[in-house]
């Protein structure tokens, strides 16, 4: 039963940073996840946007644990960040995509109508921004510019995201590691 939860919040995962939260409809999630409505129902009795919650604290997870990952393998915040842009542009370059890392597209479409949804993805930022800070501080940056710096830091790299998404190209990727290059070296 639990194996059949986390198979449609696998699946339903990857449809909806695909395709976004309106452009996946009911019949789509039970045919790619071979389920019934009623399956559907059992692991998510309030729908589609309690399976979308589900799939933002499991992005959540995987996320933060991947970018810990990265920053405790890494010396300083720069290096780091630009080991994570290097993984983002090779996966772009080698899919076309960048899944797995980003939830832009679900807060754009769903913060304003939803608060529990705004929430979920308020609290992978919150996590990302914690990470970063952590590393700037214990580089000498004051608590204050630290928070900011990773504020900015989230901002830079998801907008880089969304620009290789919209113009199918891994350079606003790359324009970002050098800008980021920059912020964190004056």
């Known amino acids: 039963m639990l194996e059949t939860k986390s198979r449609i919040i696998e699946t339903a995962t990857v449809l909806f940073q695909q395709k976004g ?12 996840c071979s389920i019934t409505k009623g399956s559907l129902y059992h692991h998510f009795p309030n729908g589609k946007e309690e399976l979308l919650i589900a ?19 890494h010396t300083s915040a720069y290096v780091a960040v630009t080991a994570m842009i290097d993984m983002l542009i090779a996966q772009y370059e080698e899919t076309g995509a960048i899944t797995g890392f980003t939830v832009s597209s679900m807060v754009s479409e769903m913060a304003s109508l939803s608060d529990p949804v705004r929430t979920a993805c308020a609290q992978l930022y919150e996590n990302l921004q914690v990470i970063y800070s952590q590393k700037l501080m214990a580089e000498g940056f004051t608590e204050t510019a630290a928070q900011t710096t990773a504020v900015s830091l989230s901002a830079i790299i998801e907008g880089g995201m969304m620009l290789c998404l919209a113009q199918k190209s891994a350079e606003p990727l790359r324009i970002v590691a050098n800008t980021i290059a920059k912020m964190l070296r004056d």
């Open 55 to 73: 799939c933002l604290h499991s992005l959540n997870e995987s996320i933060t644990s991947q970018i810990e990952d990265i920053f405790a393998q």
């Open 21 to 32: 939260y309106k452009g996946v409809g009911l019949n789509e999630l039970l045919r790619e």
